[in-house]
C-alpha cells in the first residue's frame, strides 16, 4: 500500500498571510490530487499535480489562489495564498494512480 | 457533470446491520469507492466496485448496479467504532488515473 505523508499536520495562520503545504509519496507516481474539505462537508477536487508541466485546476480554484508545485514524482505542494478565514477546511493529496486513491494524512488549516 | 446521492444521517445499534445506499448520475462511469472517515482524520479507503455486484470484506459488504447507478455498503454486526462518516465517490477514468466525485458523505451513528 502507498504510504503518503504531508507536512504541516495543521496550523493556524493568520488572515493575508500563505501557507505551503508538502506532500511526500513513496513511490513514483504521475499525478497527484489535491483535494480540501471544508468543516462539515465532503471532499472537494482542487486541482491535479503533473510532473514536469503546470497543475490542471477544477472549476472554481485559480493558480494564483492555489499555486502547486511539483518538482518530482514524489512530492508536490500546494499553498494557500492571501487566506481568508473561509480557507479554512483540511487539505488533503492523493495518489489517483492506483485503485484504492490513497489519501494523505491531511493539513487542518485554521485561519483568524 | 455528477449528482452523487447519499443520505445524510443514519442510526444504528451495536450488533445490528446497516445499509447505507448511494445513486449516482455520471457519465463515462468507471468505478465507485466507498470510504471510511472518523472525525478529524484523513479517508480511509474500504472498497471499490467496477463491475456489478456483492463484493464481501469481513463484516462490510459493498453492492454495485451499474444500470441503476446504485450501490450500497452493508455493515454487519456494527461496532461503536463503526461510527464515523461514510463517503460514496464515483470515478472517471482519464488517462490512467481515476478521478472521482464524493458524495457528501453519510454520517453514521452506532449506540449502544
Known amino acids: 500500500s502507498a504510504v503518503i505523508s504531508q507536512k504541516p499536520s495543521r496550523d493556524i495562520c493568520q488572515r493575508g498571510t500563505s501557507l505551503t503545504i508538502q506532500c511526500q509519496v513513496d513511490?513514483?507516481?504521475?499525478?497527484m490530487f489535491w483535494y480540501r474539505q471544508q468543516p462539515g462537508q465532503s471532499l472537494t477536487l482542487i486541482a491535479t499535480?503533473?510532473?514536469?508541466?503546470?497543475?490542471?485546476?477544477e472549476s472554481g480554484f485559480v493558480i494564483d489562489k492555489f499555486p502547486i508545485s511539483r518538482p518530482n514524482l514524489t512530492f508536490s505542494t500546494l499553498t494557500v495564498s492571501n487566506m481568508s478565514p473561509e480557507d479554512s477546511s483540511i487539505y488533503l493529496c492523493s495518489d489517483p494512480t492506483r485503485e484504492t486513491q490513497y489519501f494523505g494524512p491531511g493539513t487542518r488549516l485554521l485561519v483568524l | 457533470g455528477q449528482n452523487i446521492d447519499q443520505p445524510t444521517e443514519m442510526t444504528a445499534t451495536e450488533g445490528a446491520i446497516v445499509q447505507i445506499n448511494c445513486t449516482y448520475q455520471t457519465s463515462g462511469f468507471n468505478g465507485l469507492f466507498w470510504y471510511q472517515q472518523h472525525a478529524g482524520e484523513a479517508p480511509t479507503f474500504l472498497s471499490y466496485n467496477v463491475l456489478d455486484g456483492l463484493e464481501e470484506k469481513g463484516r462490510f459488504s459493498s453492492f454495485l448496479s451499474r444500470s441503476k447507478g446504485y450501490s450500497y455498503l452493508l455493515l454487519k454486526e456494527l461496532q461503536m467504532k463503526d461510527s464515523a462518516s461514510y463517503l460514496c465517490a464515483v470515478t472517471q477514468s482519464s488517462g490512467g488515473s481515476y478521478i472521482p466525485t464524493f458524495g457528501r458523505g453519510t454520517s453514521l451513528i452506532v449506540h449502544p
Open positions: 513511490s513514483q507516481v504521475t499525478m
Open positions: 499535480a503533473n510532473q514536469g508541466s503546470e497543475a490542471t485546476y
